[in-house]
């Protein structure tokens, strides 16, 4: 089983900061797997935003490109998503997920919630304008 839990979310204000985590952690755990953060407003489905891969490839969704920074610390089985410069639209509960990774055309790709087997519970992120 793989178990992982976020942190870091709250409220900030339009161009404000967060740090996200995800600490990973069960016996089947192990750094080959593909992480990834995705997040879920209501009324909406549930997207990817970052995802990276075992080999330290990255993939983001267009709307965070330039403001979101995926990274993994594999020494303390934790993921992070940096993000910088938050607008409104960026409000959404933000979840963390393991999978064994998605290629297309030979490029890792975040790919959909179905690519994924472990979710967080997940954190509330609020940007308010």
């Known amino acids: 089983q793989v178990q992982l839990v976020e942190s870091g979310g709250g409220s900030v204000q339009a161009g404000g900061s967060l740090r996200l985590s995800c600490q990973a952690s069960?016996?089947?755990?192990?750094?080959?797997?593909?992480m990834a953060w995705f997040r879920q407003a209501p009324g909406k489905e549930r997207e990817g935003v970052a995802a990276?891969?075992?080999?330290?490839?990255?993939s983001y969704a267009d709307s965070v490109k330039g403001r979101f920074t995926i990274s993994i610390d594999n020494a303390k089985n934790t993921l992070y998503l940096q993000m910088n410069s938050l607008k409104p639209e960026d409000t959404a509960m933000y979840y963390c997920?393991?999978?064994?990774?998605?290629?297309?055309?030979?490029?890792?790709?975040?790919?959909?919630?179905?690519?994924?087997?472990?979710w967080g519970p997940g954190t509330q992120v609020t940007v308010s304008a």
């Open positions: 069960g016996n089947d755990y192990n750094s080959a797997y593909s």
């Open positions: 990276i891969d075992s080999d330290g490839s990255t």
């Open positions: 997920a393991a999978g064994a990774g998605v290629y297309r055309d030979y490029r890792f790709d975040i790919g959909s919630e179905g690519d994924y087997g472990y």
